[in-house]
Nanobody, 119 residues
């Protein structure tokens, strides 16, 4: 099992920045990668950034160039640096860890942290 705890959400003005953190514990050595998802009111949960433990990272088009995903291996912590925030970035942000075993994906989720972008 993998346990994930997010922190760093809050209220920020348009154009501002926030950094989310996700602390991982448990069977970390089995993780294949980690990702950030978000879910806005009335919308489906969507993946916005992913980092594979082999080193590849990818971003959704609506955050590319503004958000940066990173990991501190020594601290078992993943981050999401969010710059140039827009009102449409308002959502609950979820940390995700996944392991791929024989083509099957096992997901682990944090509890979510609210990000509100508003003046």
């Amino acid at each position: 099992q993998v346990q994930l705890v997010e922190s760093g959400g809050g209220l920020v003005q348009p154009g501002g920045s926030l950094r989310l953190s996700c602390a991982a514990s448990g069977s970390i050595s089995s993780i294949s990668g980690m990702a950030w998802y978000r879910q806005a009111p009335g919308k489906e949960r969507e993946m916005i950034a992913v980092t594979m433990y082999g080193g590849n990272t990818n971003y959704a088009g609506q955050v590319k160039g503004r958000f940066t995903i990173s990991r501190d291996i020594a601290k078992n912590t993943m981050y999401l640096q969010m710059n140039s925030l827009k009102p449409e970035d308002t959502a609950v942000y979820y940390c995700n860890a996944f392991r791929v075993i024989l083509s099957r994906v096992y997901d682990y989720w944090g509890q979510g942290t609210q990000v509100t972008v508003s003046s």
